[in-house]
């Protein structure tokens, strides 16, 4: 029953910038951690970036921190990832993830619940 929906993807050039957003179903579900992955051709999807349920709380990957931001918005079930200073090596699709449980180690974060991805390309 639990719906993610990205959107905010596309092509855009070295430097520039980009916001995901991700829109959860209904008022029923309030996630407790939110977070972005992304996966790339002949890659593993990785972790990207997580939220605490009251947005106090982010983590980064190492490749993005300085350069990405997530954000939520609980009053409309609601999850961004702001991208600037892009790079190519950040070209992937991003998924949206979800899960009821708080992020306590994102080394260990395997969210329940996942988006269908959108498309991110930098072209160099």
């Known amino acids: 029953q639990v719906q993610l929906v990205e959107s905010g993807g596309g092509l855009v050039q070295a430097g520039g910038s980009l916001r995901l957003s991700c829109a959860s179903s209904?008022?029923?579900?309030?996630?407790?951690?939110m977070g972005w992955f992304r996966q790339a051709p002949g890659n593993e999807r990785q972790f990207v970036a997580g939220i605490s349920w009251n947005g106090k709380s982010t983590y980064y990957a190492d490749s993005v921190k300085g350069r990405f931001t997530i954000s939520r918005d609980n009053a409309k079930n609601m999850v961004f990832l702001q991208m600037n200073s892009l790079k190519p090596e950040d070209t992937a699709v991003y998924y949206c993830?979800?899960?009821?449980?708080?992020?306590?180690?994102?080394?260990?974060?395997?969210?329940?619940?996942w988006g269908q991805g959108t498309q991110v390309t930098v072209s160099s």
């Open positions: 993830a979800a899960d009821r449980r708080p992020l306590s180690d994102v080394a260990t974060y395997r969210p329940d619940y």
């Open positions: 209904g008022r029923t579900f309030s996630p407790v951690s």
